[in-house]
């Protein structure tokens, strides 16, 4: 089991900052890629950025550029810097973890809206 916690979601405006931050406890040991994802209203959950356990990073071309997802050694510790952020970054982000066995884990979910 993995536990995960999201923080750092708000209010901010149209080309403003904020860093989201993902808490893992339980078996991190066993964590082979750890990501963000969103949801925005009416639209399906999709991919923000992902890193691996050796440190390899994807990210969505709608955040390429703008979004940096790091995480410690320790991968009890994920987070999301968002930068130059746009009305459409609104949505739901969620952690999301995988174990080397393949099975995933999701947080609750943390608002960020963007006011243009």
């Known amino acids: 089991q993995v536990q995960l916690v999201e923080s750092g979601g708000g209010l901010v405006q149209a080309g403003g900052s904020l860093r989201l931050s993902c808490a893992a406890s339980?078996?991190?040991?066993?964590?082979?890629?750890m990501g963000w994802y969103r949801q925005a209203p009416g639209k399906q959950r999709e991919l923000v950025a992902t890193?691996?356990?050796?440190?390899?990073?994807n990210y969505a071309d709608s955040v390429t550029g703008r979004f940096t997802i790091s995480s410690n050694n320790a991968k009890n510790r994920m987070y999301l810097l968002m930068n130059s952020l746009k009305p459409e970054d609104t949505a739901v982000y969620y952690c999301n973890v995988q174990l080397f066995g393949g099975t995933l884990y999701w947080g609750q979910g943390t608002q960020v809206t963007v006011n243009s």
């Open positions: 890193i691996t356990s050796g440190g390899n990073t």
């Open positions: 339980g078996r991190t040991y066993s964590i082979n890629v």
